[in-house]
């Protein structure tokens, strides 16, 4: 059904709204495309979250498969493993993608990732575990790729108008793919198919979707085959945009990329501390609540497929629902300001989780406080999707040629935000069964989600920087109103 609506499209099958672009077109099909090709990136990266416990415990699916023998140490190396190979490509994504295309980048990167889902089951009953911490490892690389090209890809197709509103469409695939993942693989698991179908199932959807992405998709506008010239004009030349010409300039941009003024930027810099703040409370999240649940309020989710989706899925909902407000608020009389837009969701999306936290540092052992604290859980994890449309998308506000590349360089230093917040709960939880020590754990999260957003909101900017284009660093060209608006004398631009 999807792919039958590119023929359509291809034949101008849709109508204007308003002079401002169709109102379905091919930026839309290529978004759906994007959100399906994170759903399986993610599924690829979940799946031995849940394949682990089937691989260990011939009880918890079909005895006809292998068991191994790993203990809590080798298990924590191969959860781990991924993100050893994933910090190391985030910049280096971003960069390829500006020059080569986000197209060609985001193809080999899942790709290259299924086909070694494929391997997987086969490393493990030959190589043990070591040759499965290389694989995993190796996947990262090729998924490190995946966010940067992203954010280039959405920066050549979304219209200023329309920015948050798909990039959080988008974004919403990675949940989707997990929530699938975690739901059906204990299924699967327990099937005649056994847990190596865990890993093959994913790996072959993406490499389907590889090819379909490469057969139907461009990296720019300009190189789309089936879009009109009105739709073509309505996202290269909306609000915020860039010159019609940036769209097939890539390699002229990227080879003169403005390291300096990036790093050196007060809104970028701003940026990375909010895109850090957030991977630490999420990813305190992710990996400690569990544990909290069992030690403190004696319930194992981490088993539970179903119950461990629900904040994702949750997620999901929220998504549409965030993306539904921003609308509502766009169509207002009087216009919201794209600062304000950014700074209200990015404050739905921090802030909410930090009060939740605050909660569950208060929560004890007992069967309502039990379902208290999935109420809590799931409220944090899932309000968090409203800063899809805060610091998520302000890569392309501050930035459209270099998105891709600002992506890189945030999203790897949120990585080791999400490296190194377990090793600190580590060293504060030294009793798991200490609700004390727990509600530390909170307090300090909740008070890095407050920073995060504060910062965000007094320094966060969202007006196209100088530095975006080539050309002002070479010859003495007229700034827009866009680029010299919101400019702050506390703030290099």
Same mark, same amino acid.
């Given at each position: 059904?999807?792919?039958?609506?590119?023929?359509?499209?291809?034949?101008?099958?849709?109508?204007?709204?308003?002079?401002?672009?169709?109102?379905?077109?091919?930026?839309?099909?290529?978004?759906?495309?994007?959100?399906?090709?994170?759903?399986?990136?993610?599924?690829?990266?979940?799946n031995?979250?849940?394949?682990?416990?089937?691989?260990?415990?011939?009880?918890?699916?079909?005895?006809?498969?292998?068991?191994?023998?790993?203990?809590? $140490? /080798?298990?924590? @190396?191969?959860? *781990? =493993?991924?993100?050893?190979?994933?910090?190391?490509?985030? &910049? #280096? !994504?971003?960069?390829?993608?500006?020059?080569?295309?986000?197209k060609?980048?985001?193809?080999?990167?899942?790709?290259?990732?299924?086909?070694?889902?494929?391997?997987?089951?086969?490393?493990a009953?030959?190589?043990?575990?070591?040759l499965?911490?290389?694989l995993?490892?190796?996947q990262?690389?090729?998924?490190?790729?995946?966010?940067?090209?992203?954010?280039?890809?959405?920066?050549?197709?979304?219209?200023?108008?329309?920015?948050?509103?798909?990039?959080?469409?988008?974004?919403?695939?990675?949940?989707?793919g997990?929530?699938?993942?975690? $739901? /059906?693989?204990? @299924?699967?698991? *327990? =099937?005649?198919?056994?847990?190596?179908?865990?890993?093959? &199932? #994913? !790996?072959?959807?993406?490499?389907?979707?590889?090819?379909?992405?490469?057969?139907?998709?461009?990296?720019t506008?300009?190189?789309?085959?089936?879009?009109?010239?009105a739709?073509?004009?309505?996202?290269?030349?909306?609000?915020q945009?860039?010159?019609?010409?940036?769209?097939?300039?890539?390699?002229?941009?990227?080879?003169?990329?403005?390291?300096?003024?990036?790093?050196?930027?007060?809104?970028?810099?701003?940026?990375?501390?909010?895109?850090?703040?957030?991977?630490?409370g999420?990813?305190?999240?992710?990996?400690?609540?569990?544990?909290?649940?069992?030690?403190?309020?004696?319930?194992?989710?981490?088993?539970?497929?179903?119950?461990?989706?629900?904040?994702?899925?949750?997620?999901?909902?929220?998504?549409?629902?965030?993306?539904?407000?921003?609308?509502?608020?766009?169509?207002?009389?009087?216009?919201?300001?794209?600062?304000?837009?950014?700074?209200?969701?990015?404050?739905?999306?921090?802030?909410?989780?930090?009060?939740?936290?605050?909660?569950?540092?208060?929560?004890?052992?007992?069967?309502?406080?039990?379902?208290?604290?999935?109420?809590?859980?799931?409220?944090?994890?899932?309000t968090?999707?409203?800063?899809?449309?805060g610091?998520?998308?302000?890569?392309?506000?501050?930035?459209?040629n270099y998105?891709?590349?600002?992506?890189?360089?945030?999203?790897?230093?949120?990585?080791?935000?999400?490296?190194?917040?377990?090793?600190?709960?580590?060293?504060?939880?030294?009793?798991?069964?200490?609700?004390?020590?727990?509600?530390?754990?909170?307090?300090?999260?909740?008070?890095v989600?407050?920073?995060?957003?504060?910062?965000?909101?007094?320094?966060?900017?969202?007006?196209?920087?100088?530095?975006?284009?080539?050309?002002?660093?070479?010859?003495?060209?007229?700034?827009?109103?866009?680029?010299?608006?919101?400019?702050?004398?506390?703030?290099?631009?």
């Open positions: 059904m999807v792919l039958g609506c590119f023929g359509s499209c291809c034949r101008g099958g849709y109508t204007n709204i308003n002079q401002t672009g169709p109102r379905f077109g091919v930026r839309h099909l290529q978004c759906i495309l994007v959100f399906f090709g994170l759903a399986v990136a993610y599924a690829l990266r979940v031995l979250s849940v394949a682990i416990v089937a691989m260990t415990d011939r009880n918890a699916s079909n005895p006809d498969f292998p068991e191994f023998d790993w203990d809590e $140490s /080798v298990k924590s @190396y191969l959860l *781990s =493993s991924f993100f050893w190979g994933y910090v190391v490509t985030q &910049v #280096p !994504g971003g960069y390829l993608s500006s020059i080569y295309g986000a060609y980048m985001l193809f080999y990167g899942v790709l290259i990732c299924s086909c070694l889902g494929l391997l997987t089951p086969f490393c009953m030959t190589g043990g575990w070591k499965m911490v290389f995993r490892s190796v990262g690389l090729c998924q490190g790729v995946i966010f940067p090209s992203t954010h280039t890809f959405l920066s050549k197709w979304a219209p200023a108008e329309e920015r948050g509103r798909l990039v959080g469409y988008c974004y919403s695939g990675s949940q989707f997990t929530v699938i993942m975690l $739901s /059906v693989s204990g @299924y699967i698991a *327990s =099937s005649s198919l056994g847990w190596p179908s865990i890993f093959y &199932v #994913p !790996g072959c959807v993406g490499i389907v979707w590889a090819f379909v992405w490469l057969y139907y998709c461009a990296s506008p300009a190189e789309h085959a089936g879009i009109t010239p739709e073509r004009r309505h996202i290269e030349y909306s609000g945009a860039r010159r019609p010409s940036d769209a097939g300039r890539e390699s002229t941009q990227s080879s003169s990329i403005p390291w300096l003024k990036i790093l050196t930027s007060g809104p970028f810099l701003v940026l990375v501390l909010a895109h850090c703040a957030n991977n630490w999420f990813w305190t999240l992710l990996t400690e609540i569990p544990t909290f649940m069992k030690s403190v309020l004696g319930m194992d989710i981490k088993n539970n497929g179903p119950l461990s989706a629900l904040p994702y899925f949750a997620m999901i909902l929220l998504t549409c629902m965030f993306i539904w407000l921003s609308d509502v608020l766009k169509q207002r009389g009087t216009a919201v300001p794209l600062s304000f837009s950014r700074k209200f969701f990015n404050t739905l999306g921090m802030w909410l989780p930090m009060v939740a936290l605050i909660g569950l540092g208060y929560i004890t052992e007992g069967e309502a406080n039990v379902r208290l604290a999935i109420a809590l859980l799931t409220l944090a994890v899932a968090n999707s409203a800063t899809y449309l610091f998520h998308v302000n890569h392309i506000d501050l930035a459209p998105a891709g590349t600002l992506m890189g360089i945030t999203n790897c230093a949120a990585n080791f935000m999400s490296i190194l917040a377990p090793l600190i709960v580590g060293l504060i939880v030294t009793d798991e069964t200490n609700p004390a020590q727990w509600r530390i754990v909170f307090f300090f999260t909740a008070f989600y407050f920073m995060g957003n504060t910062l965000f909101m007094l320094f966060g900017r969202t007006n196209v920087q100088r530095w975006n284009n080539p050309m002002s660093r070479t010859s003495q060209s007229v700034a827009t109103p866009e680029m010299v608006e919101e400019q702050s004398p506390l703030i290099s631009s």
